[in-house]
């Protein structure tokens, strides 16, 4: 398949679901078309229909989502995990956080992740203060 054939159907997929503050936000360098293309299935539908577990951060830079499961061994806090993958540096969401998506997803569904309620507000603030609370990662702290 052509990558204008890909855009093309890749695009309005994405653009139907998600308002314009929610479009994907790439980094320099990501193939586009072919991280559209792979990010699209991942992504859960505002409309009901049938898709993925995932959703864009707020900025588009990131993808995240909850995984529950049984018991306490097979994750790290009571019985949900959650997840944030983005690129720091070329920040922006990159077609390898796509892929490690896609991998966790596969782990999950090893491992007897459980249906989950949806994500609240209350993880995705405990993320982003943690985040703004440790900087990035990739630049030394100034003092």
Known sequence: MSVARIRAFA???LT???SST???RFSP???ESATTAALTPLLASSTGESGGKWALAADGE???RSFTFKNFAKTWVYNTTFIRWTTHNPKGLSDKDVRLASL???I??????LDAEPLGCEVRARADAAI????????????
């Open 104 to 106: 966790c997803d596969s």
């Open 11 to 13: 695009r309005p997929a």
């Open 108 to 113: 999950a569904r090893d491992f007897g992740e």
């Open 132 to 143: 703004s609370e440790s900087g990035d990662c990739c630049k030394p702290k100034q003092t």
């Open 62 to 64: 990131a993808l995240e």
């Open 22 to 24: 929610m479009q994907p």
């Open 16 to 18: 139907k679901r998600f």
């Open 29 to 31: 360098g990501t193939n």
